[in-house]
């Protein structure tokens, strides 16, 4: 009962998924929200959890799931994604407005939601899962790369707004993760999605989760700004090595 909560976006798949675990695994009690909420029930049974349902594109939805949490230590913005591969001449605004919904407007609305609880706990944790994409462009990728570097701006500018406050504002920076991740760009695309980890080892849910649950259980003092992380394989988005 007397566990600190911990409060993951998008667990119900991926990074989020590995990242409920983790953080159960690091003693806290986590509430599991995404759109998919049978999946987050099925984890959240696993490790003592809690799912409810979320849709971080829905005020409302963010709202009510806020409204049940009474106390938080810890958030991990992770719900995102990207849709599309074209040029910036053949954009998709339909997909563009979703990936500058899911991850910025997401994120900022989850995160006011709760920063006062985080606050109120005396050590609250605020970690936004951005990638590669935030710290560098790619052909056929300004849809995703705009929308994380925005999300990755915001985030930084949280963390300048609150010095002084007991909150610490973590940001993780993936390269590579074999997640739904691909499958969702490519519109369930199983040949394109399994091309963008061919020949190399790309990073799994779990070695990003538990780069997040290190992070989120450093001394209060402790504030681990920016981590990348990388598979071995990966030098830059635009730059991999791969073995026929
Ligand atoms: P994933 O398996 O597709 O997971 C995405 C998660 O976001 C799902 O749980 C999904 O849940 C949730 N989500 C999507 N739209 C949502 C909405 N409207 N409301 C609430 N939840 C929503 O992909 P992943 O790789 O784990 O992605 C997690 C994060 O890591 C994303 O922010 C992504 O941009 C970032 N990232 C991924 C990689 C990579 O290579 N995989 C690299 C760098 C950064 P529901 O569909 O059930 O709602």
Known sequence: MDRPVAVVTGASSGIGAATARALAGAGFQVVLGARRLQLCQEIADEIGGTAISLDVLDPDSVAAFAAVVPAARVLVNNAGGAKGFEPVMAADEDQWRWMWEVNVLGT???????????????????????????????????GYTSAKH??????????????????????????LVETEFSLVRFGG?????????????????????????????????V?????????????????????S
């Not at 006011?112 to 790619?138: C, H, N, Q, R």
């Open 150 to 175: 925005a999300q990755s701006a915001m985030h930084r500018t949280l963390r300048a707004e609150h010095l002084g406050q007991p909150v610490r504002f973590v940001e993780i920076a993936p390269g």
């Open 223 to 243: 504030d681990l700004d920016l981590i990348v992380v990388k598979p071995r394989d990966q030098y830059s988005a635009m730059r991999t090595f791969r073995r």
């Open 108 to 142: 900022l609305r989850v995160t006011k939601a709760f920063m006062p609880k985080l606050i109120d706990s005396g050590d609250g944790v605020v970690v936004t899962v951005t990638s590669i994409a935030a710290l560098e462009i790619y052909d056929n990728g300004a």
């Open 189 to 221: 695309d199983n040949e394109k999605a399994d091309h963008v980890y061919a020949g190399l080892t790309p990073l799994t849910a779990e070695d990003v989760a538990d780069v997040i649950a290190f992070a989120a259980t450093r001394p209060a003092h």
